[in-house]
């Protein structure tokens, strides 16, 4: 299951978005990846050093890519962060 969402925050995927992220990663039975959405690279969305390392800013396009028993629930979930304003989460 893929996904392809644009980052709102404002810091992009640094700081306190990406560690909600990886929090949030953690939660699910499921293997949640992520990448730009130009490249095929994917790191472990579970990872802060690999999601803070992507060095992903506002406004650009990652792609999440998910399998596991709570797949469409993890994206969901982080689609929501990805997606909404840091000072409204």
Not at 23 to 51: C, H, I, W, Y
Not at 59 to 84: H, K, N, P, Y
């Amino acid at each position: 299951m893929e996904r392809t969402v644009t980052v709102v925050p404002e810091d992009g995927l640094h700081a306190r978005p990406a560690s909600k992220f990886v929090e949030t990663a953690n939660k699910f039975d499921a293997d949640v990846q992520l990448g730009r959405a130009d490249e095929d690279d994917l790191v472990p969305a579970a990872s802060m050093l690999a999601v803070t390392g992507l060095g992903v800013g506002h406004d650009e396009s990652v792609r999440l890519v998910a399998e596991g028993d709570d797949a469409e629930a993890a994206l969901d979930a982080l689609e929501d962060i990805l997606s909404t304003p840091e000072a409204k989460q």
